[in-house]
Nanobody, 124 residues
Framework: QVQLVESGGGLVQPGGSLRLSCAAS????????MGWYRQAPGKEREFVAG????????YYADSVKGRFTISRDNAKNTVYLQMNSLKPEDTAVYYC?????????????????WGQGTQVTVSS
């Protein structure tokens, strides 16, 4: 099994920045692709960003492209999501996900492991 623990969420004003972290433990050797998802109240969980095993390939949802950056440090078993120019519509619970296959997936059903989520609120 793999355990994922997110951190770094909080309250930020519009235009501000936050960096989320996701620490992995357990059978981490089995992890290939990692991703970030978010779920706003009353909405379905949506893909935000994904990154390949060694960080060579990344993929973003159109809604965050140019504002968010996903990265990973395999030595620390951690993946990050740097969020800049935050908007009120970015308010959601953000989840870290991991899968054992190498292709960056956008459908949540394709991920094998999930964290508990961290709340991000963008409000003045």
């Amino acid at each position: 099994q793999v355990q994922l623990v997110e951190s770094g969420g909080g309250l930020v004003q519009p235009g501000g920045s936050l960096r989320l972290s996701c620490a992995a433990s357990g059978r981490i050797f089995s992890i290939a692709t990692m991703g970030w998802y978010r779920q706003a109240p009353g909405k379905e969980r949506e893909f935000v960003a994904g990154i390949s095993r060694y960080g060579v390939n990344t993929y973003y949802a159109d809604s965050v492209k140019g504002r968010f950056t996903i990265s990973r440090d395999n030595a620390k078993n951690t993946v990050y999501l740097q969020m800049n120019s935050l908007k009120p519509e970015d308010t959601a619970v953000y989840y870290c996900a991991a899968r054992t296959l190498t292709r960056i997936a956008t459908m949540s059903a394709e991920y094998d492991y999930w964290g508990q989520g961290t709340q991000v609120t963008v409000s003045s």
